[in-house]
């Protein structure tokens, strides 16, 4: 069995700063892209950035230069730091993992709310 857990969510002040952390345990030993995807109401649920085991990442356009996604393959952890936000950043953060195989596992999701 995998487990996903986020953490790190919150309310912060458009502007400000918030860091989220995903730990991915139990039974994945090879992981390959680990990323970042968020859901607001009403919406579909959406990529954020992704980093893969060699480093590699990708951001989507709303977040690039303002969001740094990172990970530590030992402690099978990506992280997602988050600056300038705005408004429109609120939403349900969900931490993805895939391993070598190809099977995805997501966490529960963290709430992230910007206030203005």
């Known amino acids: 069995q995998v487990h996903v857990v986020e953490s790190g969510g919150g309310l912060v002040q458009a502007g400000g700063s918030l860091r989220l952390s995903c730990a991915a345990s139990?039974?994945?030993?090879?992981?390959?892209?680990m990323g970042w995807y968020r859901q607001a109401p009403g919406k579909q649920r959406e990529l954020v950035a992704t980093?893969?085991?060699?480093?590699?990442?990708n951001y989507a356009d709303s977040v690039r230069g303002r969001f740094t996604i990172s990970r530590d393959n030992a402690k099978k952890t990506v992280y997602l730091q988050m600056n300038s936000l705005k408004p429109e950043d609120a939403a349900v953060y969900y931490c993805?993992?895939?391993?070598?195989?190809?099977?995805?596992?997501w966490g529960q999701g963290t709430q992230v709310t910007v206030s203005s």
């Open positions: 993805n993992v895939q391993d070598n195989w190809r099977n995805n596992y």
């Open positions: 980093i893969t085991s060699g480093g590699s990442t």
């Open positions: 139990g039974s994945i030993f090879s992981i390959n892209v």
